[in-house]
Nanobody, 122 residues
Framework: QVQLVESGGGLVQAGGSLRLSCAASRRTYTNSVMGWFRQAPGKQREFISRFTWSDGSTDYTDSVKGRFTISGDNAKNSVYLQMNSLKPEDTAVYYC???????????????WGQGTQVTVSS
C-alpha cells in the first residue's frame, strides 16, 4: 500500500499562484508515476499532469500548459504542482494519484490522496 498526502491548497485571487505538494509513504513500482487530477462540482475528474520518476518525463493537459509545472523530489518521495496565473476555472478539489505506468486516465491510478481544495476568486 502507498499513502499519499496532499497539501498546499487554499484561496487565491485570479492571477495568483499556489504550490501543491504530495508526499508518498514509500516508493515502489506501483507509484513509479505520480499524477495530479482535479474535480470541480458537477464535473468529471480531470487529468492535469503527471511525472515519471525514472526519467523525469512530464505531461500536461492543454488548459494548464505554460501555467502549471510538475516536479519531483526523490529524497522526499514528493511531487509538486506549481500553479501560476491561476484562473477562476481552475477552482476544484485537486487530487494526487499514483500509477505503475504513465497515463492520463484516472482508472490507471491505483492510489489517491484525500484531495485539497483550490479556490480562485475573480
Amino acid at each position: 500500500q502507498v499513502q499519499l498526502v496532499e497539501s498546499g491548497g487554499g484561496l487565491v485571487q485570479a492571477g495568483g499562484s499556489l504550490r501543491l505538494s504530495c508526499a508518498a509513504s514509500r516508493r515502489t513500482y506501483t507509484n513509479s508515476v505520480m499524477g495530479w487530477f482535479r474535480q470541480a462540482p458537477g464535473k468529471q475528474r480531470e487529468f492535469i499532469s503527471r511525472f515519471t520518476w525514472s526519467d523525469g518525463s512530464t505531461d500536461y493537459t492543454d488548459s494548464v500548459k505554460g501555467r502549471f509545472t510538475i516536479s519531483g523530489d526523490n529524497a522526499k518521495n514528493s511531487v509538486y504542482l506549481q500553479m501560476n496565473s491561476l484562473k477562476p476555472e481552475d477552482t476544484a478539489v485537486y487530487y494526487c494519484a499514483a500509477s505503475s505506468r504513465p497515463s492520463s486516465l484516472a482508472h490507471m491510478y491505483n492510489y489517491w490522496g484525500q484531495g485539497t481544495q483550490v479556490t480562485v476568486s475573480s
